[in-house]
């Protein structure tokens, strides 16, 4: 089969498209034939050896994926050959087929195309547990999503509409702040102006918001911390920008706020009964059409280079797309 192989810790044009072997089945997996598969901030970083934990090299990258059942093992009755699943691992998506234990995969719902599946799982499950789990979101909240039209940004800008809070999305371009406004934002904000934290007291009347959702860090973090409302909650999700920030103690305690970590990571090992809640949370919304996933940019499998660089320059409106087939 074909795969994008690292072989070398390297940039994006490092990496090709290699033949290698189809994966085999252990007892208790699925071997899925790929239709589509994501491409987050997470897989670049990985990629160049960036990230906090590093693949054993060579490796495939990509975690998450939408496609069909192509070969079971014998004792799995769940899935059969040609049902629609989608499926995250910790590596091996940018292939043709991939290999997984069923515990990995979910029933992807007939009427969800591949690439929307694709754009599903962490994104969305990143959003619901940071709004749900961790910050207790209430209707009529105003919630402040920085980095609203990356692909984990707006999946908090559509998730905050459906629990039932105001949102705010700051963006910093016209066509992501418009991007966000079709998606569910109420009101926008471009945060590379220098008075954005007059912008958001003038839109708050003065209260601030709520909630912020960051997954962009930076010095846009510790502005926004210094605008929110008494007894806020700031989620720390991710940084973007390159730059962990540094945040001064006393201002927690001047606002009675909280800074909450989000670790998508760690969610099903250490909290299970909360993982199986919003999973079956989020399928109900997907099943129903009240949550419809946001497919940003698609490519070939061949152009698979093109999504890396567009994620990492930053101009990706929603969470890029490698298509397959």
Known sequence: ??????????????????????????????????????????????????????????????????????????????????MPVIGMARSGALAEYISVPSAALQHLPPQVPFEAGASFQANYLTGLYALDARASLREGEILLVLGAAGGVGIAAVQIGRLMGARVIAAASTPEKRDFAVRHGADQTIDYTQADWRETLKELTGGHGPDVIFDPVGGEVSLQAFRSIA???????????????????????LLKGGALLGVDLAQIQKREPETHTRLMAQLFDWLASGKLQPVVGKIVPFENFREAFKTMQSRSALGKMIVKFG
């Open 230 to 252: 008494w007894r806020g909650r700031h989620l720390v999700v991710g940084f973007a920008s390159g730059t962990i920030p540094a945040l001064a103690f006393n201002l927690p």
């Open 1 to 82: 089969m074909k795969a994008v192989v690292v072989e070398n810790y390297n940039s994006i044009d490092g990496i090709s498209i290699k033949e290698i072997d189809t994966p085999g089945l252990a007892a208790g997996e699925v071997r899925v034939r790929i239709g589509a598969a994501a491409v987050g901030f997470v897989d670049g970083l990985k990629v160049q050896g960036l990230y906090q934990t590093k693949d054993p090299l060579p490796f495939v990258p990509g975690t998450e994926f939408a496609g069909t059942v192509d070969a079971v093992a014998d004792n799995i009755g769940a899935f059969k050959p040609g």
